[in-house]
């Protein structure tokens, strides 16, 4: 065996050492596309020919994978076989992660207390699920849908409804949700999908001594 041969062997066992590593950690690293091949398209990380199959481009369904040559992708490897010098990689695993890290962000800025308007998606025995877009959802139990005892969340709402709701909790990265707060709420609360609490002052929450005696005459 040449000893060139010998050299290309050694790094080509390195390279996969390294890559299996990689997968390991669930490193997310970027190529760039080279070409398109049947059911997907190719790359090479560290020297090794890598395939990414079209369903593992996006979280979006891919039609037409030419248009992703040169496109530079996030990735992760998901199989790494030496033996069969099989390398495979996804973008769907990380873009779903992305997406869902973004969510959990949105949802955790979130504060108690803020009036938000959306729509009602599903209803279920223990209450209404409320998107309330960009993918956020939140529950409003039964108990807080209405001042007044019900059996079924249908006797409120149905699906498609457009309702206001306020924020009475957020915490593992879930929603919970009230109506029936805003029931017994100033009108500009359920008017307006505004949280009021951050217009209320000190100064017009009290009323002076000399507003009471305002008008009284004293001999």
Not at 184 to 206: F, G, H, W
Request: aromatic share 6%; proline share 3%.
């Amino acid at each position: 065996m040449s000893e060139e041969k010998k050299e290309t062997m050694n790094g080509d066992a390195q390279a996969w050492d390294k890559l299996a590593k990689m997968m390991e950690n669930k490193e997310v690293f970027t190529v760039q596309i080279l070409e398109t091949v049947k059911a997907g398209v190719v790359t090479y990380v560290e020297g090794i020919r890598a395939f990414i199959p079209a369903s593992q481009l996006s979280d979006a369904y891919v039609e037409d994978t030419s248009e992703w040559i040169d496109k530079d992708v996030e990735v992760r490897i998901i199989t790494c076989d030496p033996e069969k010098k099989r390398l495979v990689l996804s973008g769907k695993e990380v873009a779903r992660g992305r997406r869902r890290e973004e969510r959990r962000r949105r949802i955790d800025a979130m504060q108690p207390g803020t009036v938000l308007e959306g729509t009602v998606q599903t209803i279920k025995p223990y209450g209404a699920f409320v998107d309330l877009g960009d993918g956020i959802d939140g529950l409003v139990h039964i108990s807080q849908m209405s001042q007044k005892r019900i059996n079924d969340p249908s006797e409120v709402v149905k699906e498609g409804d457009k309702v206001k709701v306020r924020i009475i909790k957020v915490a593992d990265g879930k929603i919970s949700l009230s109506m029936k707060i805003l029931e017994d709420a100033p009108v500009q609360d359920r008017e307006e999908p505004v949280d009021v609490s951050l217009y209320t002052t000190k100064e017009n929450a009290t009323t002076s001594l000399a507003d009471l005696l305002k008008g009284f005459k004293f001999d």
